[in-house]
Structure formats: C-alpha cells, structure tokens
C-alpha cells in the first residue's frame, strides 16, 4: 500500500521547495498569509486525495466505506432511482348520473400526496367500479443550449426532501421529439435521438447527449429542451379504506357525490437503493449493460428492476441438477426462489418471468418454494468484571442480526457463509467492552457452511444465538 500523506507532509515538502524562490521564502518566514494559507489549502486538498488513493488500494474487493460504493455506483450506471406505488381505488357513484374517471385524472389521498389514474372507469349512478392510480407528480425543467460539444450535459436539479427520482423524458421543444435512454450509448447511430444518464459519487445527475458522426445526437446552439422528472414518495404508507379524493373537481353532481378510497396494494413501491444495497449491486461484473446475457447475471436484473426483495436467489440447470440429480426437465431452466412484501406472489411471478423473458426468452422459468433456515451461533466471552455481561450481550445481537439477520442485505441473498474472522472484528469494532487489553472473546458454529440448497434463505435469528460469559477474575 502506498503511504498515505499527511497535510504537514506535504506542507513541508512545499516549504523546502520554496527554497529555491528566495523572495517567496522571506515572505514565508514572516509570517505572510497570503502564501501560508494558499499552501495550507492545497496541503489538505491534496492529503485527501492521498487518502483517498490509499483506502482504493486496499478496498480492491470489498468497498467499505460509503464514498466509494457510490462511486463505484457511477462507475457502473446504478442511478438512485425509486420506483412508485401502486394501488387499487375503488369509486362509489351515489349520484344519479354516470361518472366517467379517465386515465391521467390526479387524486389526493389523506396526506395530499398526488396519485394518477393509469386506467380509467365508467361508474354507473349508484355503481361501483375500480381503477389502478400510481402515486407519482412530474415537473418540467427547460434548457437552452449554450454551446454546441461533443457529450453535452444538462445537469438535473435535485428533488425536495422526501422526493425520489423514478423516470426521466427529455423532449426537443421545436419538434415535440421526446429522445430515448441509451445506456452508454450501445446500439445507437449518429443523430440517433438519445441520451445517457450519468451520476457522480455525490448522486447528483447529468443528462448527456452524442458525439457528432459516432453516436447519439449532439444539439445545436440554442436549441431548447424540456426534462420532464417524474418523482414519487417511495414507500407509501396508507392503508385499505384510506380515503382519497378529486385533485380537481366537476361541477357535475356525479363528481360531487363520489367517493373514492383504498382498496388492494398492487405494488409497494421502492425508496432508491440505500448504501448497504448499492454496496451488493456493485459487486456484479461492471460490463453488464441492460442484457443479463453477459455473464448471465439473472440476479443483478431482478434486483435491479424488482428490488426490494426480503431473498432472491436465481441459478440454472447446473447447480439443480448438482443438489437433486439430472432431469432432462431441467434443461434451459433458470430456478427462482424468493420472497417479495409488497405485492402478491402471483403477481411477483408474472413481473419475474415478464423481466426474464425480455432479457433472453430462450429460458423455461420454474418457481421453487423458499426453505427458511436459522443459522446458529455460540459465542463465549471473558469480560472484565466492570463491564455488564447482560447489556453487552443485546448489543451482540443488535449487531449480528443487522449484519445477519432476517432483514439484512447478507441474508437477500442465498448460497453466502458468514466470514467468522470479520465478524470477530466488527464486534470488537462496534462494542467498546470488547476493547479493552483484557476481555476476550470466541465463536462456535454448528453450521458452517453455504446453503444445501439454492433456495435455502438463511440468517441468524435471536433464538439462534446463544452467549455466555466465564467471567474473568482480576487481582
């Protein structure tokens, strides 16, 4: 690894430089701070830098820390995208008169969110009928172009707290042409209207546009833009019967005397991938580009177009036939064992094989019923007699279940073994009694391996740890 610079390190290679500038010297020496400071500035700037560069060299596997996940993220085109509610709206007509709810009509629900009719429906007077609203709002953004360069960029305001980004359309106001998503521009013709979408390691986003005579589209000097975003809430809360209402009003006594209220949830919507998820997503090969044909990475594409997933686990024909035999039933088969909360499971099928059969449609699809398995685990401590055992020991389960449990990223997905020795030290790391020169600590366990089974969803729950002290006596 190479040595990481202090700020005083290169604060005084840059003094003895100074050496061969006698005037900038003098100046240093008494004490003039419009040399001192430039040079503290740069200093920090630069030993940061050199932080950087040495937490890179030793995270060439694992990314640790958050700042280089989320570069690791833009690297390979995961955008902090959420994906909205579904639900079903029942409507009840008390009128005497038909009441015809079209599709884009926006309803309010008990805490002013905007929701948008995606299919619409006749109510006859007295009648009662349904229709599906998605919980998403839109705002316009307009751009004109202030030069005319290869790769241009628009950069995209960010959201209002509590927004989240779910879908982009950039339309070229002259001609109304709403231009296409290209990720990185693959399969695209020069003047092929398109765009890529682009992040940096602080997520904010840009818009970019072609390269004159290789791809894409390149715009000209003051042509103007549209970028229309669509934005949700994330994980709506409401429940069946939450009441909802018009955004806007009729004037006809059929709008006047409806009402409207929650009936099914049909898809719990999704809050853009957290840290922890982004840290699972990179780990995929980064040449994947929309096509789960390269290196076959059935399970990033679900992820990433269906997350969240309580466990997802995919595999083909091999390992099924390395577990349970062969099966010339088995051929040209992908396996699929989950668990998904937010919607049914006959529809979480259909929405599977819909993403599979787009990506490559040469795949059967067979569903295996998940296997829940806890994974147990003895830990014995020697603690120092000041520290208390019983609070020590709900902290260890705090942390084990976090990293391990039910709910954690580890366990989402199958065929994964606990490293012992890492979480040696994370609970040495996140438990201060377990710090000091004398307490101590091991781990046994019973199951060590990875899962029998594919489907198998492991994780350590609070009935499968088991702690105990042998307290240590200090003279």
Do not use: C
Not at 337 to 360: G, H, L, M, T
Not at 433 to 446: C, F, G, K, M, P
């Amino acid at each position: 690894m190479s040595d990481i610079l202090t700020k005083k390190d290169l604060y005084d290679s840059a003094l003895q430089e100074l050496a061969a500038y006698p005037e900038l010297a003098i100046r240093v020496q008494a004490g003039d701070t419009l040399i001192t400071q430039q040079m503290g500035a740069i200093a920090q700037m630069l030993a940061m830098v050199s932080w950087q560069i040495g937490l890179a060299e030793v995270e060439p596997w694992t990314r640790a820390r958050d700042s280089m996940v989320l570069a690791d993220a833009t690297a390979k085109g995961v955008m902090p995208y959420a994906k909205p509610p579904r639900w079903r709206i029942n409507i009840k007509n008390n009128s005497q008169t038909t009441n015809t709810i079209e599709a884009g009509r926006r309803l309010l629900d008990n805490k002013s969110r905007v929701w948008q009719v995606i299919d619409g429906a006749t109510v006859q007077p007295q009648g009662l009928a349904s229709v599906t609203a998605v919980q998403r709002e839109r705002k316009t953004v307009s751009h004109t172009v202030t030069h005319t360069a290869n790769f241009y960029k628009i950069e995209i305001p960010p959201l209002d707290i509590d927004q989240y980004l779910i879908a982009i359309d950039v339309i070229r106001k002259t001609d109304q042409v709403t231009f296409k998503l290209a990720e990185r521009f693959n399969n695209t013709e020069p003047n092929d209207e398109v765009y890529h979408l682009m992040s940096d390691e602080s997520m904010r986003l840009w818009i970019e546009f072609g390269i004159a005579g290789i791809a894409g589209y390149v715009p000209s000097l003051g042509e103007q833009f549209d970028v229309v975003l669509y934005y949700t809430y994330g994980q709506t809360q409401i429940s069946n019967a939450t009441p909802f209402g018009f955004e806007y009003s009729f004037s006809s006594e059929s709008d006047k005397q409806t009402e409207l209220y929650a009936d099914a949830m049909l898809d719990g919507g999704a809050y853009p991938p957290n840290i922890v998820e982004m840290r699972e997503m990179t780990s995929f090969p980064s040449i994947y580009d929309e096509n789960a044909v390269y290196l076959a990475e059935f399970q990033f594409l679900l992820t990433r177009k269906l997350a969240p997933f309580v466990f997802l686990s995919v595999w083909n024909e091999q390992l099924e036939e390395a577990v349970r035999g062969a099966s010339i039933d088995n051929i040209n088969t992908l396996f699929v064992s989950f668990i998904k909360s937010d919607i049914s499971p006959e529809q979480a099928q259909a929405r599977i094989r819909q993403v599979i059969e787009y990506a490559d449609d040469s795949y059967k699809v067979r569903f295996v019923d998940v296997l829940e398995k806890h994974i147990p685990i003895e830990i014995r401590l020697r603690l120092s007699p000041v520290h208390d055992f019983e609070s020590v020991k709900i902290r260890i389960q705090e942390v084990l279940l976090a990293q391990y449990g039910r709910d954690s990223q580890w366990a989402r997905r199958g065929r994964n073994r606990i490293n012992w020795r890492a979480t040696g030290e994370l609970l040495k790391d996140k438990i201060t009694e377990l710090q000091d020169a004398i307490s101590d600590l091991s781990i046994a366990v019973t199951d060590d391996s990875i899962a029998s089974y594919p489907e198998e969803f492991r994780y350590v729950s609070k009935q499968s740890i088991q702690i105990s002290n042998d307290a240590l006596v200090v003279f």
